[in-house]
């Protein structure tokens, strides 16, 4: 119940193109989902977040997806741009919990 | 604004020597801080947790411990490296439950 699936494990796209991403959960108590970006040899970093009173958050060309019933949520990358090539982890958080669960990431090639 | 600060980026040690990594944040007060491991390729195993001084929470039993002698510094430490512990460690903070988790940039162990 504790944990995030993630797919899909890689993912090549055209510059320009739409990347997404799908995260899935079963603890319906979790109420905080933030996607992190990281790049080879840095550590993650928040990217953007949603919690379950909204549907849809958009930063940028980046866009969250929430759909409470299905407990899914996925990031859209629009316009895909090179830059982008990273792995990205989705993860989920409770309330009361002292630890975020993460899902097991996906690396994204955007290809120039 | 708050800083996270991870040393050293990298670090060759043989098998049965010591380790102590440190990590502090600055800009903050009383954070929760974290370390987690990252096998190439792979995804975020927590190793530690504290929600305060002397405070710390092992999740996975193994060769490494966790010390927090001051609020915002964080260490990590094994008395004799086994090959297996080679990986990526992150250091990681935030300000107390249902908030952002902010990395730091790693420091890169490997055991020969």
């Known amino acids: 119940q504790q944990q995030v699936k993630q797919s899909p494990q890689s993912l090549i796209v055209q510059k320009g193109g739409i990347s997404i991403i799908n995260c899935a959960y079963e603890n319906t108590a979790f109420d905080y989902f933030p996607w992190y970006q990281q790049f080879p040899g840095k550590g993650p970093a928040l990217l953007i977040a949603i919690r379950p009173d909204v549907s849809e958050k958009k930063e940028g060309r980046f866009t969250i997806s929430f759909n409470k019933s299905a407990k899914q949520f996925s990031l859209h990358i629009m316009d895909s741009q090179p830059g982008d090539s990273a792995t990205y982890f989705c993860?989920?958080?409770?309330?009361?919990?002292?630890?975020?669960?993460f899902g097991p990431g996906t690396r994204l090639s955007v290809l120039p | 604004s708050q800083t996270i600060h991870q040393w050293p980026a990298t670090l060759v040690q043989p098998v049965g020597s010591p380790l102590s990594l440190e990590c502090t944040v600055e800009?903050?007060?009383?954070?929760?801080l974290y370390w987690y491991r990252q096998a190439a390729g792979r995804g975020l195993q927590l190793l530690f947790y504290s929600v305060g001084i002397g405070q710390i929470s092992s999740e996975v039993p193994q060769n490494l411990s966790a010390s927090r002698p001051q609020d915002r510094q964080f260490i990590l430490s094994s008395k004799k490296l086994l090959l297996s512990d080679s990986g990526f460690y992150l250091c990681?903070?935030?300000?107390?439950?249902?908030?952002?988790?902010?990395f730091g940039n790693g420091t890169r162990l490997t055991v020969t």
């Open positions: 990681a903070w935030r300000a107390g439950f249902n908030s952002p988790l902010h």
């Open positions: 993860a989920a958080d409770l309330n009361y919990g002292q630890n975020f669960v």
């Open positions: 800009g903050t007060s009383n954070p929760n």
